[in-house]
């Protein structure tokens, strides 16, 4: 049983890791019921972010650092849950303002954004495409160097059944990977994102489960090889943080937010 000053210690540890410049940033991002916070809760080993059904569980942006589980070492990883986005332009411009307020604060910047998607449902309809828009238009081109896409509810009992809806994912002229580059217009040379088909049951007791956990540590760390060892940071957020009024900040948010609907065009974000 842990004890007081045992917890206070593990909860100043952990306040470190949060500013210590080695410890990944992830952020998982995408509409509502696709899994993103079982998936953050399997990364950890542990339920830190409330779950529930299809309906948006996740109301506020909220980040925790923990070890990451199941991967060599004890790497720490900043997990950063996010609203999903719910085909509401007045609902999701604030999930989309919440997000950009926490990543503001941010001191060393995003490893990678995990594009979190449910297996079961690999259209890449005119809502998702407005969404994946959105992001690009608020935060720039460079937002794709930072992709990790992920599919959850793939699970060991229905692998089978789901080997189609895998290949066509993967499909080199026709899936959803192929679809993304050519609506984005970014060139398959460089925009090859890694792709994970996971579960998030039963992490603790599922080695099935836990070797997913793995490869997306693995894309983690390969998507900060790619950028260089640089990370996702924004000069449209830094810009932010020069406002000294809080109601000068939120209306600039709210300004931008609704140029980038209108627009789709902006491009304003860079590595640091």
């Not at 990364?43 to 991967?71: D, K, L, N």
Request: proline residues 3%; hydrophobic residues 40%.
């Amino acid at each position: 049983m842990m004890t007081h000053s045992s917890s206070l210690a593990t909860e100043t540890n952990l306040a470190i890791q949060a500013n210590n410049p080695d410890t990944y940033v992830v952020s998982a991002v995408g509409a509502v019921g696709t899994g993103k916070s079982s998936l953050l809760n399997a990364i950890a080993g542990s339920q830190i972010f409330a779950t529930g059904s299809s309906t948006a569980t996740t109301q506020t942006v909220r980040g925790e650092v923990r070890p990451w589980a199941f991967v060599p070492g004890k790497r720490y990883v900043h997990l950063i849950d996010t609203p999903g986005l719910c085909d509401s332009n007045a609902q999701d411009r604030q999930t989309v303002s919440e997000m950009v307020r926490y990543f503001k604060s941010l001191a060393n910047g995003v490893s990678a954004f995990l594009l979190v998607f449910n297996i079961n449902d690999i259209r890449l309809d005119a809502y998702t495409q407005t969404m994946l828009r959105l992001f690009e238009a608020l935060l720039g081109r460079h937002f794709w160097n930072f992709v990790v896409i992920v599919f959850t509810h793939v699970d060991e009992e229905n692998r089978d059944e789901l080997e189609e809806h895998m290949e066509a994912v993967n499909d080199p002229q026709e899936g959803f990977i192929a679809e993304i580059r050519r609506i984005h217009n970014l060139p398959a040379r460089t925009f090859v994102p890694s792709v994970i088909f996971t579960s998030t049951q039963n992490v603790r007791m599922s080695s099935y489960t836990q070797k997913h956990m793995k490869d997306i540590y693995n894309a983690v760390v390969l998507c900060e090889t790619r950028n260089n060892h640089r990370r996702f940071t924004c000069t449209w957020l830094r810009r932010i943080l020069t406002i000294p009024n809080e109601e000068e900040k939120s209306t600039f948010i709210s300004n931008s937010i609704k140029e980038a609907w209108a627009s789709m065009t902006s491009s304003v974000c860079s590595t640091q």
